[in-house]
């Protein structure tokens, strides 16, 4: 079975471009989210959605970050403009409601 | 979602059982104990949880304590491929929201 899929797997951009990152959940399953994971900070929840509606965002450091779900099958997280300060991991999870979350390998992002 | 406490990294010799402790002693009757490993340069990947009987898959044990308060996680045989940070996650299973993931474990097998 495919597992969670992200893509672009790494992204070297310069400071000030907008970035876009993609992911594609494993089929069925209700729920995403996103994570960042940082040497300083560690693994932490930008936003999850449940059926395509974002549930809660209060983990997304501020409005340069956006992430939208327009179906079942796709999610973006984009970073607009982007900084330095946001070069990390990305990581993009699944679930069915009860169930353990399923990573992607994420996208390694560096910001120049 | 209750706090957890592990070790900042522990060793294993390849072949011999690795015994991975989490302390969790504010959890709630309704909050289970789930455990993630991280190999390097690879997202998380679900190991197990429970709630307070010991459980076993393809890939571990989970040995809860009978207060609850602290749990351990088995990898019977470890092999180098085991070699990861472990992170020990305690939350309310019917909620689908997010893993607040510590710094882990560090399991290092060596030959």
């Known amino acids: 079975d495919a597992g969670v899929i992200q893509s672009p797997r790494h992204e070297v951009t310069e400071m000030g471009q907008e970035v876009t990152l993609r992911c594609k959940p494993i089929?069925?399953?209700?729920?995403l989210f996103w994570y960042r994971q940082t040497m300083m900070r560690g693994l932490e929840l930008l936003i999850y959605f449940n059926n395509n509606v974002p549930i809660d965002d209060s983990g997304m450091p501020e409005d340069r970050f956006s992430a939208k779900m327009p179906n079942a099958s796709f999610s973006t997280l984009k970073i607009q403009p982007s900084e330095p300060r946001d070069s990390a991991v990305y990581f993009c999870?699944?679930?069915?409601?009860?169930?353990?979350?399923?990573f992607g390998d994420g996208t390694r992002l560096s910001i120049l | 979602d209750a706090k957890t406490t592990q070790p900042p990294s522990m060793d294993c010799a390849e072949g011999r059982a690795a015994n991975l402790p989490c302390n969790h002693s504010t959890i709630s009757g309704n909050e289970y104990v789930y455990w993630y490993r991280q190999i390097h340069s690879q997202g998380p990947q679900y190991i197990i949880h429970?709630?307070?009987n010991n459980e076993t898959n393809e890939m571990a044990s989970l040995i809860i304590t009978e207060d609850r308060k602290s749990s351990t996680l088995i990898l019977p045989h470890a092999t180098l491929r085991d070699t990861a940070v472990y992170y020990c996650i305690v939350r309310v299973e019917q909620t689908a929201s997010k893993l607040t993931f510590g710094t882990g474990t560090r399991l290092q097998v060596t030959l």
């Open positions: 999870a699944s679930s069915l409601r009860r169930q353990p979350q399923h």
């Open positions: 429970g709630l307070k």
């Open positions: 089929s069925g399953h209700d729920y």
